[in-house]
Each structure stands twice: as C-alpha cells, then as structure tokens.
C-alpha cells in the first residue's frame, strides 16, 4: 500500500513513485553463510554510530573497505524481512569486524507514514538509531494494521491530513499509527517526540536524503542497495551476501 504526501508551506518533500522490492523476482536459494574471521583484540564496530552528510545512519567502521548503504522504508514488507534476516548476520559477520560498514538512508516510497516513522527514528541519541529501527521493523505488522484500517475507515481524513504542512501531517500520522506512544517504550518522552514530527530541520534533512536517493542513484524501489557507490539489483540477504563477498568482505 503507497500512500503518497501532499507537502505545503514552505518545506516541500520531494516524494517520488516507485515499487517496494517485494515485486521483484522471485530469490534464489540462500548460498550457506561463509564464517568469519575476527581478529583477536579488534573492536566491536557495532557499538560506532554516525551520521553521514548524506543524511543516513552508519554502523561500523568508517574507514571499512566495504560500504553498504540500504535505501529503506519502515513500512516495507521486504525491508522488514532483510531487517530480520539479513541484519543479523550482516552485524555479527562483517560490521563487527570492521569489514563492512552499514549505512541505512530513508527512502519515503510510501510517503507520509514514511515521514512519520523516519522523524521518530531520527529523532533519538545517533548511539540509539540502530537499535529503535530493530523494533519499528520487529512491530512492523502492528503498524500496518492502523495504517490499513485508517485508511480504509476514513479514507476522506487521510486525504485531508495529506494537504497540512508536513510536519503537521506526519504528527497526524504517527498519531494514528500509534507511534508516539510507541516512543514512550523506546524512552523518547511525548514532548520530545512531538517536537521532532514538527522540526522543519529534521523535515528538510530527509527530504534531502529523497531527493538525492532519485538524482544520484536512481532509486525508485525499497530496499536499494548500493556498495561503494555502486548500486545492485539485489532485495534479499541470499542476494546482498555474494555481492559482499565479491567485494572482499
């Protein structure tokens, strides 16, 4: 389900169309995982969280010969499946060891609720990025249950949220959707979190991040993967892990 946003006032959101990935082709067989060598002593890149000046969050080691960039959305259903399946390994194989370094930039293919969950997210101490995405993705399915009955139950009220300003309109949404009582679990206060959906900062850094996505990389579909610059026609783990190796991770 797309819903797209409407933007007025001063900030526009340059939203673009695409489709989620899970209209790709079918996967093939996952290939058996390679194990991993750790060196003794190395750190745990895990722990090293930065924003980038293209506006995403990075995991690992900043100098990482490898780097993977994901173009996401929360509300991705094939998101969701490479957040459960493909994090995981991803993590504890190659970022904890300084091989990869994981950088995760929103990409709004499903415009407004996007906005709402990508405000929140942002919204916590950089060290916490990474950690409260875990759970939007893990709660997933709850979110799109709300969104699906909101705009199947009042579709004329979702038209109409689509035309406030955007910092209006994602307070809407995320109201809806439940997310800011949601916050409350990952301890970001109501006030706090209010005071991000609004922030025009906050707004014009993703947007940003959006429009760079289509200008730079074409992307039009989530998740979009790209390493070191290059970007793939890969949507799984089974299909991300031989590119990583490939490129000497």
Not at 11 to 30: M, N, T
Not at 32 to 55: D, H, L, M, Q
Not at 150 to 160: C, F, S, W, Y
Not at 173 to 191: D, S
Request: proline share 8%.
């Amino acid at each position: 389900m797309r819903i797209l946003m409407m933007t007025a006032g001063a900030v526009a959101l340059a939203l673009v169309g695409g489709a989620s990935a899970q209209q790709a082709r079918k996967p093939a067989a996952k290939p058996a995982a390679r194990p991993a060598a750790k060196p003794a002593g190395a750190p745990n890149w895990t722990a090293t969280v930065a924003i980038t000046p293209e506006g995403g969050f990075r995991q690992g080691n900043p100098n990482a010969p490898v780097k993977l960039v994901e173009y996401g959305s929360r509300g991705c259903p094939t998101c969701g499946r490479f957040a459960a399946d493909g994090v995981p390994p991803l993590r504890s194989d190659f970022i904890a060891t300084g091989k990869v370094s994981y950088e995760y930039r929103d990409y709004l293919i499903h415009g407004a609720p996007d906005l709402a969950m990508a405000l929140v997210n942002q919204c916590v101490p950089t060290a916490r990025f990474f950690p409260v995405l875990d759970a939007i993705y893990a709660n997933q399915k709850l979110f799109d249950d709300r969104l699906h009955k909101l705009v199947d139950g009042q579709p004329k009220q979702v038209e109409a949220w689509q035309k406030l300003p955007p910092g209006q309109m994602a307070t809407k949404f995320a109201e809806a959707m439940g997310l800011i009582a949601f916050m409350k679990t990952q301890g970001l206060p109501e006030a706090r979190t209010r005071q991000c959906l609004a922030d025009p900062k906050l707004i014009g850094r993703i947007a940003k991040t959006n429009a760079d996505a289509v200008n730079v990389y074409q992307v039009d579909s989530t998740p979009s993967f790209i390493i070191n610059g290059r970007k793939l026609r890969a949507f799984t783990w089974d299909r991300l892990l031989p590119e990583l190796w490939a490129n000497g991770a």
